[in-house]
C-alpha cells in the first residue's frame, strides 16, 4: 500500500514538474504557438506600376475592385460553402476545387475578381452561410481607354499551372496577377511591385475579427512610353472610319483588318502602333467570361494578333526602293538610262496593273509611278542573289528587335527557301516577282516602317522601341532607354538622293500618291503598294516619311484585302500625318455677327 502511494506522488509529481517546465521555461514558446493558431499574416496585392504617354499623360492605371476569396484557417472548405460560391459567382466547383488544391501557407484563395457590390452584399449579409469566405479590396488593371493601344500594353490575367511552374523560382504564386501580353508581359518584374500584408486575429469559425498589424505594400514601377496619345488616338480613328468606309461603300466587305505604325527615323521610337480589330484588354483584368472569351478567340480577323509585328505581306510595290537601290549600285542600270514599257516585259508577259503603259521612262519616273515593267527589268539584270542581298542590307528577313513579344521574322525571296521547302529550282519568273514586292517577299509593317526610316535618316538602322524609361514610386528613374543603332546602309549619297527624289515625286502631281496630297502643306516622300493576296482580294499599303527635308515621321500602313495601296492605305496615312504635323483638315468657320 505504501509503494503504491510513493507511486502516485511520484506521478503527480512528474505531472507537475513538466507543468511548471511547460509555463515557466517554455511559457513563451508556446504562447506563440498558441497566437499562431488565432494570428494570420494575410497578404496585400501591391498596385501595378502605371503607363504614360511621352507628354505624361496617364494611360494605364489601377482602381480598386472586390475579390472573393477563401481563408480556410479552421479546417478544410466544406463542400457546402463551394457548391454556394459556384452558384453565386457563376464559377464552376471543378475550378474552385483546383484552386483550393493549390492552396499553400495561409494566402487567401481568390476565387472571383472584380465583383460588383450585389455580390458583396450577399457575402457580407450572410457572413454565416459563409464561413471563411473573405471579400478583399485588390487593385484592379485599369485601362483608361478601354481598346485604345490594347496590342501595345497587353493585359494581363491570373497565373496559370504552366506559367507557376515556371516562375515559381522567381517569388511567383498561386493567385497572382502577371502580364500575359504586350509590354504587360514583357516588363511584369518591374510593375508587379512588392506585395505587403498585415496580422489579422480571427475566431474559431476562422472569421477575421480584428487587424493587428499592417505592412503597406510597395506599387510596382511606372513605364513612360515612347508613345504620343494624339498619334495613337488619330491613327486609330483613321484605321476605324477607313475600314467602315471600304466595308460598306467601297466595295470591299472583307476589308475588316489593317496594322499601322508611326516611328520617329532618327532615334527608333515608336510614336503610335496600331493593329485592327482589337480588344478590350479591361476583359481580362478580372478574369474574362467565356462569352467575351468566345467573341474574340473565334473571331476570323484574330484581334489578339498585333499585326503591325506579327501579321506577314508581301509587300508590294514598298519593295521596289530596294531593288532600285540594288540596280543603281550594282552599275545595272543608270539615273538617265530610259527603259520601254509596252505594257508587258518583253521576255516574260508579265504585265502593269491594268494593262498600263507609260512609253520610254527613266529610274525616277518608274518609281514615283510605280511601273511594274520597268523594275521587272531591274530583276531580270540583278537575278534574285542580288536582290537578297540588298533586302537584307535593309534589314528584311529579320525581327527589328522591338521590345514586344511575338515578332515575326518575315521572309526574304531567296533559292534556298524555295529548295528547301519546295524541292525544286528557282525560275526567272520568280525573280521577277521579286522585284516588285511579290511571291515569296514577307514582311511586317513595323519592318517596312523601319525600313524607309533607313531612307528617312541617311541610311542608320535603329532598333524600335516602345518604352523610353522606367521610374520607381518615388520618381528615381531605374533605367532610361536610348536610341541603339544596329547597322549602316553602305550605298552612295548619289543613289540615296535619287531614292529620296523619286519618293518625294509619289506624293506630287502625277504621283500615285499626288492626288490625295497634292495640297498638303508638309512635303513629304512615299510610297503605295498593292500586294496580291492568294487567300482574297489585294492588300493595300502606304508609306510615308516627312517633312521631306527633315524627316521626324515614317509611317506605315496596310490594309487586309483593301485593294489598292491608293485608295485605301493613302487616306489613313494622310490623317495620321495631319494629326502628327497638327494639321487641322477641317478648319471652324469664322462665325457670322449678324447685327449689333
Known amino acids: ?32 504557438l498558441a497566437d499562431g493558431n488565432r494570428i494570420r499574416l494575410i497578404p496585400a496585392m501591391a498596385p501595378r506600376g502605371l503607363f504614360y504617354d511621352r507628354n505624361g499623360i496617364l494611360m494605364v492605371s489601377n482602381r480598386p475592385g472586390f475579390t472573393v476569396s477563401l481563408l480556410p484557417l479552421s479546417g478544410p472548405v466544406s463542400d457546402d460553402v463551394v457548391n454556394k460560391l459556384s452558384v453565386l459567382l457563376g464559377v464552376t466547383k471543378e475550378s474552385i476545387y483546383a484552386k483550393v488544391k493549390q492552396h499553400t ?9 472584380d465583383v460588383g457590390p450585389e455580390i458583396v ?48 523560382s522567381d517569388g511567383y504564386k498561386s493567385g497572382d496577377i502577371i502580364g500575359k501580353f504586350g509590354l504587360e508581359r514583357v516588363y511584369d518584374k518591374e510593375l508587379r511591385g512588392i506585395d505587403g500584408g498585415g496580422q489579422v486575429e480571427v475566431d474559431v469559425t476562422g472569421k477575421p475579427v480584428q487587424v493587428l498589424g499592417k505592412k503597406e505594400p510597395v506599387p510596382g514601377c511606372d513605364l513612360t512610353l515612347t508613345i504620343d496619345e494624339n498619334i495613337q488616338k488619330a491613327a486609330e480613328k483613321a484605321i476605324d472610319e477607313q475600314l467602315l468606309y471600304l466595308q460598306t461603300k467601297g466595295g470591299r466587305p472583307n476589308a475588316k483588318a489593317a496594322a499601322a505604325v508611326v516611328v520617329n527615323p532618327q532615334t527608333g521610337e515608336v510614336l503610335a502602333m496600331v493593329s485592327r480589330p482589337a480588344f478590350n484588354p479591361n476583359l481580362f483584368a478580372g478574369g474574362i467570361s467565356t462569352k467575351d472569351w468566345n467573341l474574340i478567340n473565334n473571331n476570323p480577323n484574330h484581334p489578339l494578333d498585333n499585326k503591325a509585328i506579327t501579321g506577314e505581306y508581301p509587300p508590294g510595290s514598298t519593295f521596289k526602293v530596294v531593288t532600285g537601290v540594288a540596280a543603281l549600285e ?36 518608274a518609281l514615283s509611278k510605280s511601273d511594274n515593267v520597268y523594275f521587272y527589268e531591274m530583276g531580270n539584270r540583278l537575278g534574285i542573289d542580288l536582290i537578297e542581298k540588298y533586302a537584307r542590307m535593309f534589314g528584311l528577313g529579320a525581327k ?52 524607309y526610316s533607313e531612307i528617312a535618316n541617311g541610311g542608320i538602322r535603329y532598333r524600335p522601341y516602345l518604352v523610353s524609361k522606367i521610374t520607381a514610386p518615388d520618381g528615381t528613374v531605374i533605367k532610361q532607354f536610348q536610341s541603339e543603332k544596329l547597322g549602316q546602309l553602305t550605298i552612295s549619297q548619289k543613289t540615296m538622293d535619287l531614292i529620296r527624289i523619286s519618293l518625294r515625286d509619289v506624293a506630287r502631281e502625277g504621283g500615285t500618291a499626288g ?21 482574297g482580294s489585294d492588300h493595300g499599303w502606304f508609306v510615308a516619311y516627312g517633312p521631306f527635308d527633315n524627316p521626324q515621321y515614317v509611317v506605315a500602313v496596310i490594309v487586309d484585302q483593301g485593294g ?22 477641317n478648319p471652324k468657320e469664322n462665325p457670322v455677327v449678324i447685327g449689333q
Open 515 to 535: 492626288q490625295i496630297f497634292k495640297d498638303f502643306p508638309v512635303p513629304i516622300a512615299g510610297k503605295t503598294g498593292t500586294a496580291e493576296n492568294p487567300h
Open 121 to 168: 452584399t450577399v457575402i457580407e449579409e450572410q457572413k454565416d452561410e459563409y464561413p471563411g469566405v473573405v471579400i478583399e479590396i485588390q487593385p484592379i488593371r485599369n485601362y483608361v481607354n478601354n481598346d485604345f493601344a490594347a496590342h501595345i500594353f497587353g493585359y494581363v490575367s491570373e497565373i496559370n499551372d504552366t506559367e507557376l511552374e515556371k516562375k515559381k
Open 105 to 113: 501557407a495561409f494566402d487567401p484563395i481568390h476565387i472571383k475578381s
Open 564 to 585: 489598292f495601296g491608293s485608295m485605301s492605305a493613302v487616306p489613313i496615312g494622310k490623317k495620321i500625318l495631319e494629326a502628327a504635323f497638327h494639321i487641322d483638315n
Open 1 to 32: 500500500m505504501e509503494g503504491l502511494a510513493v507511486i502516485v506522488c511520484l506521478v503527480i509529481f512528474a505531472l507537475l514538474s513538466r507543468l511548471g517546465y511547460l509555463q515557466i521555461v517554455e511559457g513563451e514558446y508556446y504562447s506563440k
Open 400 to 451: 527589328t528587335g522591338i521590345n514586344l513579344p511575338y515578332e515575326s521574322e518575315g521572309l526574304v525571296a531567296n533559292r534556298k527557301y524555295k529548295e528547301e521547302v519546295f524541292e525544286d529550282d528557282w525560275y526567272l519568273s520568280e525573280t521577277f516577282d521579286a522585284a516588285i514586292g511579290q511571291g515569296f517577299n514577307l514582311v511586317t509593317p513595323l519592318q517596312i516602317a523601319m525600313l
Open 330 to 365: 550594282e552599275n545595272k542600270v543608270t539615273p538617265e538610262e530610259k527603259i520601254l514599257d509596252t505594257g508587258k516585259h518583253w521576255i516574260i508577259p508579265k504585265v502593269n496593273a491594268e494593262g498600263e503603259a507609260l512609253g520610254w521612262i527613266n529610274f525616277q519616273e
